[in-house]
């Protein structure tokens, strides 16, 4: 099965990172530096398919391959390994993981599949070095990362006994947050970051024993608070003003109304 499409854009990205004559932008780039970008593309694809665009979810995928076909590129000129050798590594593990497709193995529903799936990856990495809540739960958003941690917490018996525990540990970093910021305005941005993080896991735990994905928790938050700022700028511009030229005072008066709009509706 061929694909010209593919290999067209892999021309391309070959071209970008041509050392004589490629990009000055593209060539400077690197795995790490590249790596926010990845995660910024697989967010505005996430979007995509909660607005349930086919246009805009095609445009975002091809986004998201981009940042796929730079890293491989770039490890492949670094001799580390390529997109062949991705495409392998993906091919051979599905299969391997998928025995009731590709062998002789059976699977009534999903749920006997996934529990194969586990079964088959931790005889994969039998000799890896294990721990009760692994390291690697770090590696996804921060909230999201606090509620996994939690989660692996509870199987080993290292957790809160329901949520009214919990709120009490909130309530305590709350006050450990606050008797960082004294009145004088003076402060440790070292101590209060370590200190506001302390209290972003707490909640995090609390959503978590009260069955809120915090990420989900947080995500609306964001989509409730820009719908609104976006209604107060639309009322700014009515009124022939722009944002920009508003007194705190008056944005949050016309905030106060917007709300009232809602609760009206």
């Known amino acids: 099965m061929?694909?010209?499409?593919?290999?067209?854009?892999?021309?391309?990205?070959?071209?970008?990172?041509?050392?004589?004559?490629?990009?000055?932008?593209?060539?400077?780039q690197t795995h790490q530096s590249l790596l926010k970008y990845l995660i910024e593309e697989s967010?505005?694809?996430?979007?995509?398919v909660e607005l349930n665009d086919p246009s805009l979810m095609n445009e975002e995928l091809g986004d998201v391959l981009l940042q796929v076909l730079l890293h491989a590129s770039i490890a492949g000129k670094e001799n580390k390994f390529n997109l062949e050798s991705v495409a392998k590594t993906l091919g051979?593990?599905?299969?391997?993981?998928?025995?009731h497709v590709f062998g002789e193995a059976s699977?009534?529903?999903?749920?006997?599949v996934l529990a194969n799936w586990q079964i088959i990856k931790a005889r994969e990495k039998q000799?890896?070095?294990?721990?009760?809540?692994?390291?690697k739960l770090i590696h996804a958003?921060?909230?999201t990362s606090s509620f996994n941690i939690g989660k692996k917490s509870t199987t080993v018996n290292f957790d809160w006994q329901d949520y009214t525990q919990v709120m009490g540990k909130v309530e305590e970093e709350w006050q450990?947050?606050?008797?960082?910021?004294?009145?004088?305005?003076?402060?440790n941005k070292?101590?209060?970051?370590?200190?506001?993080?302390?209290?972003l896991f707490s909640i995090a735990q609390l959503a978590r024993h009260l069955d809120i994905d915090p990420e989900d928790a947080l995500r609306d938050a964001n989509k409730k608070f820009l719908k609104r700022f976006h209604k107060v700028e639309d009322f700014i511009q009515d009124m022939g003003r722009e944002v920009k030229d508003c007194s705190q005072e008056e944005l949050e008066e016309v905030w106060v109304k917007v709300k009232k709009n809602e609760v009206k509706k």
């Open 2 to 28: 061929k694909h010209p499409e593919l290999e067209k854009t892999i021309a391309v990205i070959e071209a970008l990172l041509h050392p004589e004559t490629g990009c000055p932008w593209d060539l400077e």
């Open 43 to 48: 967010y505005e694809y996430a979007e995509a």
């Open 92 to 99: 051979e593990k599905m299969i391997r993981r998928h025995p």
């Open 107 to 112: 699977a009534r529903d999903s749920e006997e």
């Open 127 to 135: 000799n890896e070095k294990k721990y009760s809540i692994p390291y």
């Open 141 to 143: 958003p921060a909230l």
């Open 176 to 187: 450990e947050v606050k008797a960082e910021l004294p009145p004088t305005g003076q402060f």
């Open 190 to 199: 070292a101590r209060v970051k370590e200190e506001i993080g302390d209290l």
